[in-house]
């Protein structure tokens, strides 16, 4: 740019002052050529009074000779011509001859001059070209005047003149002034060039380094001293501009958030649409399989009690009965299960503490074998725990989450530095608050309820089928797989959420949300 900036420069300053010597030279030529017509008429006028003394010859004509370098420097070259009344003419007194081949030519401009010159009555004054070198040049100076006796005009005189003299002298004058010129365009070329360099090129340089380095959102990243000017209008443009960027950056980043979590929304209500069918198909299929086992098994139960209650039987048959009628138990409970997940969680919902609960639930666990050997942590950090739920729901669900909590923690190896298993369960609670956008409405709480275990984890492909009906990682015959499936529902019944975290080797976390209870939970319960 700045290479193109001074030649730009250069050009036009070069051009400006070439156009400016062009019409210098001509008004030279033109004061000089002016000079010399009149230097050539007073010639003419002094031989026109030299003529008019002359004494007439016998047949009339007028006979003199004026010699060119009589009136002119040795340097100049030129002719008279006479033309008088007697038509008699004499081309007189060249001592330097014009240019070879150029003699008629010469000749018949004189006599146009002159015999225009006695038509008119007035001085004439041209410039014509020598046709010497073949080439249009106006270098030849023609003048006449008429020659008058006694008041009568008589005859003209005329004059021509080289004007080679003038030309090498216009010459030699424009060497001198190009040198001078090209003086002048070096020194103000740089001089413009610095100074546009400072106006232009260097703020411009500026904004672009300023604009390489721009990262974050600064409204005023490309202020500018000159603030009047216009750089200064465009570096109010610019910051301008920049303010418009940013907060369409803004509106960008929202949009693209809310159409990130719409469209988790859009993945998560397509995965419980999915799991809602499957739930339902396997419901409808859980209520008639135990409709269709659980009158047959009522009268396998009912036969046992008999035998177990009638005499004769021997100590191995009657232990044989009590072991059928245990696992008779289990296929009825089983079948209670698949009854509870068939049908609609409805409940009777109250308002109750839910850390109370988790303090009945935990003192009842773990009196439990299976929680002889681990540790419970509890931080009840939540300053409000009313909730709006069936109770003894909620105490099933959380039964449920411990129990496998401590089932996982056994399926591990994990010890202390004594021998003996290093188990733990952490329960917390939390309150969390949801935002407006996150639920559609206003801004509301939630109760946040975490059981973390050291125990074996889940695998991550894992993670999503777990609340499946009848999944479950124990060994055939200790799980049903329809614990978890259970207790989802019944804490979305109460209008909550269930989430399994874990990581395989790391232990896992059962994150359970309620919502805390309103003033309508309350006139709802009666408190």
């Known amino acids: 740019m700045k290479l193109k900036l001074t030649l730009t420069i250069s050009s036009l300053l070069f051009i400006g002052m070439l156009l400016i010597n062009f019409v210098l030279l001509f008004l030279w030529k033109h004061d000089a050529l002016q000079s010399k017509a009149e230097h050539d008429q007073a010639v003419l006028a002094h031989i026109q009074s030299l003529l008019g003394r002359e004494k007439e010859t016998a047949k009339g004509a007028v006979v ?49 001059a002159a015999v225009e010159a006695r038509s008119t009555g007035a001085p004439v004054s041209r410039t014509a070209a020598s046709f010497s070198y073949g080439l249009f040049c106006n270098d030849l100076l023609v003048n006449a005047r008429p020659v008058k006796k006694q008041g009568a005009i ?55 380094a300023l604009a390489n ?17 216009e750089f200064g209008k465009l570096s109010n443009s ?63 139960q009912g ?32 079948i209670r299960q698949l009854l509870d997940f068939s049908r609609a969680a409805k409940g009777n919902p109250t308002i109750f503490s839910l850390h109370e609960l988790l303090h009945s639930v935990l003192e009842m666990v773990t009196m ?17 725990d009313r909730v709006y739920a069936d109770c003894e729901q909620m105490r099933q669900v959380l039964v449920n989450c411990l129990l496998n909590s401590a089932d996982a923690i056994h399926m591990t190896e994990k010890k202390d530095e004594g021998g003996r298993r290093d188990g733990r369960v952490s329960v917390v609670t939390a309150l969390q608050c949801l935002l407006a956008n996150d639920l559609g409405g206003e801004d509301s709480r939630q109760l946040l309820l975490s059981i973390r275990d050291n125990g074996m984890g889940i695998a991550a492909e894992d993670l999503p089928v777990v609340f499946d009906p009848f999944y479950t990682t124990k060994e055939p015959g200790k799980g049903t797989g329809l614990g978890l499936s259970v207790s989802r529902s019944l804490v979305e019944a109460a209008g ?32």
Request: net charge negative.
């Open 238 to 300: 610019l910051n301008s501009m920049l303010v418009r960027i940013d907060e369409d950056r803004q509106t960008l980043e929202h949009t693209v958030t809310a159409l990130e979590v719409a469209n988790q929304t859009l993945k998560k209500q397509q995965r419980e649409m999915v799991r809602a069918e499957k739930l339902a198909s396997v419901g409808r299929m859980a209520a008639g399989l135990a409709h269709e086992i659980g009158n047959p098994l009522s009268v396998v």
């Open 303 to 334: 036969y046992l009690g008999i035998l177990l209650g009638s005499k004769g039987q021997s100590e191995e048959h009657k232990d044989f009965l009590r072991r059928s009628e245990l696992e008779v138990q289990r296929i009825d409970k089983l």
């Open 368 to 384: 439990q074998t299976a929680f002889r050997d681990i540790r419970i942590e509890v931080d009840f950090a939540a300053e409000e």
């Open 64 to 112: 003199q000779e004026f010699v060119f370098s009589d009136f002119y420097p040795s340097s100049e070259n030129g002719r008279f011509f006479v033309l008088l009344e007697a038509e008699k003419q004499a081309g007189q007194g060249k001592e330097k001859k014009i240019p070879a081949n150029g003699n008629d030519a010469i000749s018949a401009l004189l006599a146009s």
């Open 213 to 229: 380095q721009y990262s974050n959102y600064d409204p005023f990243r490309f202020a500018t001293e000159d603030s009047g000017g």
């Open 154 to 208: 008589v005859g003209a005189v005329a004059v021509v003149r080289s004007l080679d003299s003038l030309s090498q002298t216009l010459w030699e004058a424009e060497k001198t002034v190009l040198v001078y010129l090209l003086l002048n365009v070096l020194v103000l070329g740089a001089v413009g060039f610095f100074r546009m360099a400072g106006l232009v090129i260097r703020p411009v340089e500026r904004l672009v």
């Open 496 to 527: 909550g959420t269930m989430e399994l975290q874990a990581v395989l080797g790391q232990g896992s976390s059962m994150v359970i949300t309620l919502p805390l209870a309103s003033s309508n939970d309350m006139e709802l319960s009666g408190q």
